[in-house]
Structure formats: structure tokens, C-alpha cells
């Protein structure tokens, strides 16, 4: 396992690699490293020669200054766990200057209207910092295929689009959510969480299961509805927002049509930890 803190060589032992016809795959982390991280990098195993991790805390994508400060650190620990499953992979874990050359600034993009809904409404600028670190990864690693969570499904999206903007030839593979035994989505924020929050935030995914079940007889309204309501009974968790939406275009659902996919998205705070999850609706 060898870890590089500079663009200029990795790159260097990624076309090296290339030369003798190996794929490249990437999984872009922020650390913090869990099992649902370990399931990307396993698949990644799978479908390319050489997988490299990223492990960087991008500064561009947080509008919470306190959020940034206190996101988990710990490279050590990140790298002793990847140790523990993998032989061959790769650690790209560079500064913020070395990463944006000295500039550390989002590029502004047009991703076409998937930005400007549920994260990107409450978050702001999240998504322009989203997409330039991507993209300086992508020009870092020059990966054939890259590797992302579909717990952040709006991300995901988002990422698949900014391919299409920079023409970048990289192939976007999502990957199923992984979820503690209580449901749970698998979150590097989930260890901010105390015991009784953790068992508490259960509540989100049997939330999202319940509101799969009645979107097959009920409006996307009374679905939205029912899930305000059942969040007023909760003493810890507060609900940021809930929204029915098509899975491609990310947009609000007026009117349920039979050929299209949806997905339930939710945002919720656990005290001051703010936690997300979606489910298919109409798989």
C-alpha cells in the first residue's frame, strides 16, 4: 500500500500503469473511513486493476465553518483499516494547496438545475465545491471509473453531469447504500452521534420504508404529509426537509407517471449532526 501526497507523482505511477494496460479505478472519500467506504473500494477491486482512495477533506464544499472544524480526521486510522482488507491499493491524501495548486476557490457550474434542490437549496455553494474537487481528482488520478455511494444520490447526479460538462472520460458506477443493523445509512458523521442518538436516527430509514410502502396508494403530497407529521413526534431528530422526486432530473414530483423512477430524499438533524438518506420508490 503506498500512499502519495503529490499530484505530480501519482499521476507519474498512474500512467505508468496504463502503459502496461491497467485500469485505473477511483473512490473519492473524505476519511473517516467506514464499512460502507470499504464496500466501494471492494467493488472497485473488482472492476479495475488498480484502485487508488482518495482521502481529503474538501474545504470548497462545506458553507459551516464549525461543520468543516469538526468533520472527523484521523489518516492513520483510515489507512490501518483499509490495511485490513486490501494489499495493492493505492492512498492519494494531499493538502488543499498541493490539491487546488495554491487557489482554494470552487469553479462555478451549470449543472442544469440538479444543484438547486434539497442539498443544494439548504447547503449553499455545496455543490460547486462538490464538483471542483471531483474534477481535480479526476485530473489527478485519470481514472477509467469512479466509485460513489448512492446515499448521496443527489451527488451521484450531480457527478454524472459534471462528466458530461467537462467531456472528462471516467465511467460514474453507483454503488448501493450500505446501512448499520438498525437501518441506519453508513455516514462518517454517524460517530458524532451518542448511543441513544444512534438508536434514535434509526427512525429516518423506517421512515423512508414506511413512505415507500404508501407511495404505492398515496400522492407524493399525502406521502410528504404523513412524514412531516410523524417527525413532530420526535424529540431529538428535526426534519430539514422531505421531497419526492424523479430520479434523473431531481425534481419535485407533481404527478405520478407509470414510466418514470422515483426516490424518496431526506435530511434530518440528530441534535446538531446532520444526516441524510433516499430510497427507490418504484424499483
Not at 97 to 112: A, C, M, N, P, R
Not at 123 to 148: I, Q, S, W, Y
Not at 242 to 253: C, D, W
Request: with cysteine; proline share 3%.
Amino acid at each position: 500500500m503506498q500512499v502519495f501526497r503529490e499530484k505530480g507523482r501519482l499521476l507519474e505511477a498512474i500512467r505508468e500503469k496504463k502503459s502496461e494496460e491497467k485500469s485505473i479505478g477511483l473512490v473519492p472519500t473524505m476519511g473517516a473511513l467506514h464499512e460502507g467506504h470499504l464496500s466501494l473500494v471492494q467493488l472497485a477491486t473488482q472492476q479495475t486493476d488498480q484502485v487508488v482512495v482518495s482521502i481529503f477533506v474538501n474545504p470548497t464544499q462545506f458553507d459551516d465553518p464549525d461543520d468543516l472544524e469538526k468533520y472527523p480526521r484521523n489518516l492513520e486510522q483510515d489507512i490501518a483499516l483499509l490495511k485490513t482488507k486490501f494489499e495493492n491499493l493505492w492512498i492519494f491524501s494531499p493538502n488543499a494547496t498541493e490539491l487546488y495548486d495554491g487557489k482554494i476557490v470552487s469553479q462555478q457550474f451549470d449543472f442544469g438545475g440538479l444543484e438547486n434542490v434539497m442539498e443544494g437549496k439548504f447547503r449553499n455553494g455545496h455543490f460547486n465545491g462538490v464538483g471542483t474537487v471531483v474534477k481535480k481528482l479526476f485530473e489527478a488520478t485519470e481514472p477509467d471509473k469512479a466509485f460513489f455511494g448512492e446515499k448521496d444520490f443527489q451527488q451521484l447526479q450531480i457527478i454524472r453531469k459534471l462528466t458530461d460538462l467537462t467531456k472528462l472520460p471516467v465511467e460514474i458506477i453507483g454503488c448501493p447504500i450500505l446501512r448499520e443493523d438498525s437501518g441506519l445509512a453508513r455516514s462518517s458523521r454517524n460517530e458524532r452521534l451518542t448511543d441513544a442518538n444512534r438508536q434514535k436516527a434509526a427512525f429516518i430509514y423506517k421512515t423512508l420504508q414506511t413512505a415507500s410502502e404508501l407511495f404505492g396508494t398515496k400522492s407524493a403530497k399525502e406521502v410528504t404529509d404523513w412524514v412531516e407529521a410523524a417527525f413532530q413526534d420526535q424529540d431529538v431528530l428535526e426534519l430539514e426537509y422531505f421531497m419526492i422526486a424523479e430520479a434523473n432530473s431531481l425534481q419535485k414530483i407533481e404527478i405520478k407517471e407509470k414510466e418514470k423512477q422515483y426516490r424518496a430524499f431526506i435530511a434530518v438533524y440528530a441534535d446538531d449532526i446532520r444526516l441524510i438518506d433516499n430510497i427507490a420508490l418504484n424499483n
